[in-house]
């Protein structure tokens, strides 16, 4: 086979592309858009200033990394609570099992992504910092 | 001023000295942003941006890149020939720079009253009144084009470790091979213009506005000697003598620092010699439109010229990926050798008859 016609068509295909709109995102400057549907960090639902979860246990059931822990409460209304609410972002596979199981929709799922730390202990997400995510 | 050395006044020395010291100075430019130009324009021919972050679109690239290369650790393996180790970065980068001596690079220009050729080895003889240069410039640049893969085969040997060698080895049989085929192209060449002095040929082309190029007359050549000449240099896609794939990094994989970053330099001031070279003998040197008229035109063309030849350096390198080791020596020994010898046997039958 002619060896030049491959050649000068892949040199016309290396020169279109000279032209074209790059794709790389100069990340820490722009930001990726991220989809409405993407799972990361988690964040606890509030509904009259107070958690949403009744501490149903469904959420550390199904979840296959075994990364929730949470312990029931009692508040003063005699109504069941997380007294205690963490995950361990370290096994945590992001898999949304948590959100789909919730009965009550307490659990959701953000957009946040950046998710690096210093210490062992800084991955671990209590209730407070769960919640704050709004 | 008034010191005269050899008859001649202590100016001229100066201008002299000057002109050799902007042309080096340009090169040794040129060489550091071919770098640059080189990412940037492959990035971008992958759709990518290549480098950004080092100063306005990465224009700091090359300087930081040297900056760290000068601030390693140089590394001399334990095991290795420490002279020839060390020594062998010179042997590639010195006839890498030297090539670039005897290439006009423009016409004579007036300076101080002295008339200037633009060629760094020449001289405007006043009696004579005209330009004598190297009148064997070819072939110093085929000679020092030859010895720069001394330097590629001692550091592969003298890194005293597999890669190397191979790389070595690999890069001494394809330069040797391809030089034969470059040569024989290019005499062709000679053929038509009658002398082997650069000045002289880029003078033969002077004809028809500047557009009286060889390449027009010797199209196949042209193309065999850019071919010959990127495998001679070791570009892509001949380059085989550092193939990432198989020989980790070749000639170069025990070196580190400065060391590192002369053979780097001297890929690129090769390059910028081949491309040099190939618009001096194929596309007119430093000829153009008005070129003559006005004198500081022809630094222009020519920097232009060899520029749009290192893109297209650039261009080959981000489309073609690299030859199979016997598909090179197919090719520079079965096809390049017998087509240059027939392009010498058909010039030779059509200057016989006209």
């Known amino acids: 086979m002619n060896p030049i016609t491959p050649i000068i068509n892949g040199l016309s295909i290396t020169l279109k592309h000279l032209f074209m709109k790059p794709v790389t995102l100069q990340y820490p400057d722009e930001r990726p858009k991220v989809a409405a549907r993407f799972r990361g960090l988690h964040a606890l639902n509030v509904s009259h200033n107070k958690a949403k979860c009744v501490a149903c246990y469904l959420c550390p059931t199904v979840c296959p990394a075994k990364c929730i822990t949470v312990e029931a409460g009692e508040d003063d209304n005699h109504d069941k609570y997380a007294a205690k609410y963490e995950i361990d972002m370290l096994r945590c596979i992001f898999c949304g099992y948590c959100v789909e199981a919730c009965p009550v929709d307490a659990i959701r799922m953000t957009g946040e992504f950046e998710l690096a730390n210093y210490h062992r202990k800084d991955f671990i997400y209590n209730k407070e910092r769960l919640l704050e995510k709004k | 001023m008034g010191i005269e050395i050899l008859g ?15 042309a080096f100075v340009f090169v040794l430019l040129t060489v550091a942003y071919a770098t640059y130009a080189e990412r940037k324009i492959i990035g971008h021919m992958q759709v990518r941006l ?25 590394i001399v393996p334990s095991q290795a020939s420490a002279f ?42 006043t009696t ?51 030089e034969l085929s470059a040569g ?22 002077s004809g028809f506005g500047g557009f009286e190029w ?27 003598p550092e193939a ?22 001297a890929e690129y001031a090769n390059m910028v010699t081949v491309c040099a070279l190939t618009a001096t003998l194929f596309l007119g040197g430093w000829n153009g439109p008005f070129a003559v008229a006005v004198p500081l035109l022809g630094p222009v063309y020519f920097v232009a010229k060899v520029y749009f030849l290192m893109f297209f350096c650039m261009w080959i ?38």
């Not at chain 2, 001649?8 to 902007?22: A, D, G, Q, T």
């Not at chain 2, 020839?84 to 006839?95: D, Q, R, T």
């Not at chain 2, 000449?229 to 070791?234: H, M, P, Y």
């Not at chain 2, 197919?330 to 006209?354: C, D, E, M, Q, R």
């Open chain 2, 8 to 22: 001649l006044p202590m100016m001229y020395y100066i201008v002299m000295v000057v002109k050799v010291l902007v």
């Open chain 2, 50 to 74: 290549g480098p950004m972050r080092t100063g306005w679109h990465g224009l700091l690239q090359p300087i930081a890149d040297g900056v760290k290369l000068f601030f390693k650790e140089e």
């Open chain 2, 84 to 125: 020839a180790f060390l020594v062998a970065p010179l042997i590639a980068l010195v006839p890498a720079f030297i090539t670039f001596a005897v290439i006009p690079f423009g016409g004579t220009i007036e300076l101080f009253g002295y008339k200037i050729p633009l060629q760094v080895a020449a001289y405007y003889d």
């Open chain 2, 128 to 178: 004579a009144g005209q330009v004598f240069d190297v009148n064997v410039g070819v072939l110093y640049i085929l000679a020092m084009s030859s010895l720069g893969v001394y330097g590629i085969v001692l550091a592969g040997w003298a890194s005293n470790s597999k890669y190397s060698l191979m790389g070595g080895l690999r890069a001494s049989a394809q330069m040797i091979s391809y």
């Open chain 2, 184 to 205: 024989l192209s290019i005499i062709a060449v000679f053929m038509l213009s009658g002398t082997l002095s650069l000045t002289k040929i880029v003078e033969l082309q």
């Open chain 2, 214 to 240: 060889y390449l027009f007359k010797q199209p196949l050549a042209a193309f065999m000697f850019f071919v010959c000449s990127l495998a001679e240099i070791n570009r892509t896609p001949f380059d085989l």
């Open chain 2, 244 to 265: 990432e794939t198989e020989l980790v990094s070749g000639f170069c994989t025990e070196y580190s620092s400065m060391k590192y970053a002369m053979f780097f330099m």
């Open chain 2, 317 to 354: 390198r981000a489309t073609v990926p690299r030859y199979r080791y016997d598909q090179l020596m197919h090719l520079g020994w079965k096809v390049f050798i017998p087509l240059a010898l027939v392009n010498i046997v058909i010039t030779g039958i059509i200057g016989y008859f006209i």
